[in-house]
């Protein structure tokens, strides 16, 4: 229960603040944290990390200047953050629906569905230490239904390993 509580959680928080289900979030994320610079690059030409905004904003602080913050991205990134957004939004309203589900013919596809979001979702979205904590939860779950699918968290965790070492070490 605690993971529905966890993903159920989410989905309220996203549904009922102002940035998330525009776009906002994912936009501002893209083009201001360093651990999407991979993606972002894709989709901005002249995206620099040295001219990252937060970095701009957080000198200006030091000084004590209040400075507007212009976000240089483009209409392709909108797009992709749209469509993080609502992936994102669509697979944690799934995974909690299915957590709700007890019935032993449905067990196989509920933990299918959990590693597939964990697998697509962590490859776009580089903060593995959560898509980890989420395999632990899915193995722990696996465990409580009796059924050997919990290997798979365990691949699971290696694949969220190997997107590390790929894109956040050989690419950049």
């Known amino acids: 229960m605690l993971l529905f509580f966890t993903m159920f959680g989410a989905v309220i928080q996203k549904t ?85 589900v007890w019935h032993k013919k449905l067990v196989g596809p509920k933990h299918c569905v959990f590693l597939l979001v964990i697998a697509v979702t962590y490859f776009f979205a580089p903060v593995y230490g959560f898509g980890w904590l989420l395999c632990i939860f899915g193995l722990a779950i696996a465990l409580q239904d009796r059924t050997s699918i919990w290997r798979l968290y365990i691949h699971c965790m290696l694949l969220i390993a190997l997107y590390d070492l790929l894109i956040g070490t050989v690419i950049f």
């Open 16 to 100: 009922i603040s102002d940035s998330y289900l525009s776009g906002d979030f994912f936009y501002y994320v893209f083009l201001t944290d360093p651990r999407f610079e991979f993606w972002t690059r894709l989709f901005v030409s002249d995206y620099s990390p040295s001219v990252n905004p937060i970095i701009a904003l957080k000198q200006a602080a030091e000084a004590g200047v209040l400075l507007p913050i212009q976000l240089n991205g483009t209409a392709e990134l909108r797009a992709f953050t749209n469509f993080v957004t609502w992936f994102n939004y669509v697979d944690q309203i799934l995974i909690s629906l299915l957590l709700l």
